[in-house]
């Protein structure tokens, strides 16, 4: 089966492209970016501040299992409905620096569309850091598991 | 069977993780490595060990120095490194073409 979310990182490149079709209207797609309430939905975060406009920022805030708190933040520069969002973006406290993502919105058909996210790092080392960040995190979740199943048979 | 636990074991320590993801970006010396952490620099020293027994990093001779850097044939028989992230992007976008149907279904 065909992948419908792809990824094409190449070796030693300070970029991404993360791509995905929807069978949806461009403009649903679009507003699934615009509107906090559908944000905090799928991204499964609190938006604290999302301003859709030219200049306008935003912060979102995740919960993790464990209660602690981590934040999002980043200005958009471009805002051009069904179209285009170019915007930065940056995780609070920790080493990965900004990113710079552009988001184009394509209109495949009345009911498809395309989502197009490039996605550019300070630097090779920060991107391979952030894209390693899942692979930990599962790592880690694993291993409290394990840690759990252990427990519980003492 | 037991070296390919031996892998997983090695992996489930998270100052073993970090090395990994340290070294994931260029090759270190072990005193460069140590000072990434509060640990002793002999506790470091040994979790560069087990890493190192298990082939999940190789030794290079520079001049005087020992270089450290990660074996990325072992490092793909674990997991594709790429692939939770994608998995990760994945599931959104499977959240929001869910959220986003409903939506259309409710105008």
């Given at each position: 089966m065909e992948q419908k979310t792809k990824i094409n990182a190449q070796d030693g490149k300070q970029d991404l492209v993360i791509t995905r079709e929807f069978d949806l209207p461009v403009d649903l797609l679009f507003k699934a970016y615009a509107?906090?309430?559908?944000?905090?939905?799928?991204?499964?975060?609190?938006?604290?501040?999302?301003?859709?406009?030219?200049?306008?920022?935003?912060q979102f805030e995740t919960t993790d299992a464990k209660g602690s708190k981590y934040r999002f933040n980043g200005v958009i520069h471009e805002f051009s409905p069904n179209r285009k969002i170019t915007r930065t973006f940056e995780m609070e406290n920790t080493p990965f620096g900004v990113q710079l993502e552009l988001l184009e919105f394509e209109q495949l058909t009345d009911q498809a569309s395309r989502l197009n996210m490039h996605?550019?790092?300070?630097?090779?080392?920060?991107?391979?850091?952030?894209?390693?960040?899942?692979?930990?995190?599962?790592?880690n979740m694993a291993h409290n598991r394990l840690q759990d199943i252990v427990s519980k048979l003492k | 069977m037991n070296l390919r636990r031996d892998v997983f074991q090695a992996i489930a320590d998270p100052t073993r993780r970090a090395?990994?993801?340290?070294?994931?970006?260029?090759?270190?010396?072990?005193?460069?490595?140590?000072?990434?952490?509060?640990?002793?620099?002999?506790?470091?020293?040994?979790?560069?060990?087990?890493?190192?027994?298990?082939?999940?990093?190789?030794?290079?001779?520079?001049?005087?120095?020992?270089?450290?850097?990660?074996?990325?044939?072992?490092?793909?028989e674990i997991a594709d490194f790429i692939e939770p992230f994608r998995k990760m992007w994945d599931d959104r976008f499977n959240k929001l073409e869910t959220i986003m149907k409903k939506y259309k279904a409710k105008k």
């Open positions: 509107e906090p309430g559908v944000v905090e939905q799928w991204m499964g975060t609190k938006v604290l501040k999302l301003e859709s406009r030219k200049h306008g920022s935003y996605v550019i790092y300070e630097s090779p080392a920060k991107r391979d850091q952030v894209l390693q960040l899942p692979f930990a995190q599962g790592i | 090395i990994l993801l340290l070294l994931a970006s260029q090759a270190m010396t072990a005193g460069a490595i140590a000072s990434n952490f509060d640990t002793a620099r002999p506790t470091v020293s040994k979790h560069l060990q087990i890493l190192t027994r298990c082939d999940l990093l190789e030794q290079e001779q520079n001049g005087r120095e020992i270089y450290y850097h990660l074996n990325s044939e072992k490092m793909k």
